[in-house]
């Protein structure tokens, strides 16, 4: 019986490269584009439905966000009841969700009960009415759901960061509860025929999507929106940052003050952007950064801290996020300054850059568990406009980025006297 020595520990192999799952593309004749991943094994498919959102108009803010969350509430011949037993009845799972660029449908099912729910995701597709009563709900439990979340600070913080970088565009939406009075019926009916058309869809099918799958989804909607008339407009407005740098909401009765700190960034497509990463890793990417070192583990300010790099269609946003005492909330903002200007100032030591490095690497490994995940990463290219190489250099550049280039990439973009801070709470 072979033993095994303890003494030394088991070799560490480094990550090569990243093989990733390529889609096979298709467009209908209606001009929905069509990408399957197929896994071939389990009898499982998740089929998206993606749209690109209409242009924000400030006058309307809420319309996107509204026909999206309402899609399932009612079609010509279906109620939102009708809808929620239709799918339960197969043991399938229907969702929808919006985000700043894009809004989605997702319909996860078994293959052999395809062909059953595919007509209810056809329905809501083609033909949701928006029914006036179910519009009065939404509103209601909106409005009480938003006035709920302005009592939470970090919510606020939230908001109020991203209105500062932003303005009134799509990402700076901040809704107030007196928005959703304002919504019509009319108007959730011309946003979602404007929208959700065939020339503005994207369809990917991950999964046991093999060629029956993909036949089923072609047959049901090839053709299915009818005549469209107006093409989606699409384009957004330009971003409008706050000159102001500093927001302060004060709370005279809070006992946590919620920070936000942060600027505008590079996006996904910046040849910067995986060099970035690794920076923000060091600083708050992770459990064991530099900022949950600090102002967590040694001075005990709070329960958890961390910094992150958002990307979006027309930019990007870096910020740093936390919950601290009220007592303590200055000092807290001091240490994160500190922690800011020392990747300006000193080298990353070795020792923390490799421990970065295989977290990095283990984490992108981990995230690719299966067929769906690929697909996931697909998404993060296609919408970006980027081609599968980008996840090659992201690996070189994790694995080789030296201590000197991330303190140039520090001070090239750390400029922590000209990042928005946005406290809500006491300071």
Known sequence: MMQLDRKTPPQFNGVENITLIRPKATELDNGAKIFTFNSGDLDLVRIEWIFNNLRFNPAKPLLNVAVNTMLTEGTSTLTAAQIADKIDFYGAFLQVDFSYDHSQVTLYTLTKHLNSTLPVIKDILTDSIFPEKELQTFVRNQQQKLQVSLQKNDFVARREFNKALY??????????????QSLKREDLVAQFHEMYQPANCNIIIAGKADPQILEAVTK????????????????????????????????????????????PFVNRTHPDFPALQVLNTVLGGYFGSRLMANIREDKGYTYGIGSGMSSFKQTG??????????????????EIEKEVNLLKTDLIPEEELSLVRNFMLG?????????????????????????????????QTVKNITAQELKTLANKYFDFENFYKVIVGKY
């Open 167 to 180: 303005g009134e565009t799509i990402y700076g939406l901040a809704a107030q509860p007196e928005d959703f």
């Open 317 to 334: 946003s870096f910020f740093i996020a936390s919950e601290v005492g009220a007592d303590v909330c200055k000092a807290a903002v001091s």
């Open 220 to 263: 049901t909607f090839e053709g299915a929106w009818g005549e469209v008339t107006v093409p989606a407009d699409t384009a957004q407005p330009e971003l409008q940052p706050s000159a102001q740098r500093f927001i302060y909401k004060e709370k005279a009765d809070a006992l946590q003050s919620a920070i936000r700190i942060g600027t």
């Open 363 to 395: 984490s992108l490994l981990g995230s690719l568990e299966n067929v769906l995940s690929h697909a996931d990463k697909f998404k993060n290219l296609y919408f970006a406009g980027l081609d599968y190489d980008y996840y090659d250099r992201y690996t």
